[in-house]
């Protein structure tokens, strides 16, 4: 594979990368462009997937992308020199393009030992916390502080597939007598539709994500929080090692940082999380 090295003080060759039919490890490596402006055969493009999951990345009634991970990838992307494409999918088929390099980049992204060894991931940029959601008018019924607690009294919850919901929730995912009660879906919407069939007690979402998904399908009066709040560890952007140079993350960190510092990063968590 032919790697290409990046930075502010070299003239770099930078390589297209197609969204829609995925990427050629043999073309190369994604870098950040330079600062001076080579004249080159085409501009750095990072490919980046996204599944839905209101507020942070959703299409509109016109079909527009939107979000609070969408907006801060353009932003970041912008300030080094790339430009974005974005690939629809669920996650658990978006973890498998990161690994072979066909995905670049993935936002909302927990750090783990499993996932180091395909992908590198940038500075944190949000906390991250998953609620357990149940049906209106049953917070009653199922009374109890862990999740562990519902669990041993037959609980069925919803959870996303590949999603990792900290070290608690995936210590009770491996305990092999609840192995029935952990409902997977490939989208977090799905969720919803569970519950409000019985096919599920409960599922863990985040706040933000359950309270723009219940405004947007109209669930006040069918589904509310329960007591159980799990925090969960920093949520990271992660990248593909097989497509991607540890310089264009590195460049992506140090804009992050200058979002951070100007202000425009609080005010992009401002629009969509207040």
Known sequence: ????????????????????????????????????????????????????????QYQDLGGELRGLDVELIKELSARIGCKTRFLASDWASLLKMLKKGDVHMLPGATKTEARAKFAMFSDPYRDETFVLYVRAGEKGRFKADKLGDLLERGFRVGVVSEYLYGEEVAALQDNAEYEDQFISVPISELNFSNLINFEADGFLEDPFVAAAV??????????????????????????????????????????????KSDGSYAALLDKYLD
């Open 1 to 56: 594979m032919q790697r290409i090295a990046g930075c502010s003080s070299i003239i770099v060759f930078l390589l297209a990368l197609s969204a829609c039919d995925g990427v050629d490890p043999g073309q190369g490596k994604v870098v950040p462009a330079a600062d001076t402006k080579p004249e080159r055969a085409e501009d750095c493009t990072l490919v980046v997937g996204w599944d839905p999951w209101e507020p942070y």
């Open 214 to 259: 219940i405004r947007k399908k109209g669930l006040a009066e069918e589904v509310e929080a329960h007591s159980i709040a799990i925090k969960t560890r920093d949520v990271r952007l992660m990248f593909a090692k097989a497509s991607v140079e540890q310089s264009l993350v590195d460049a992506i960190n140090v804009a992050l940082r200058e979002q």
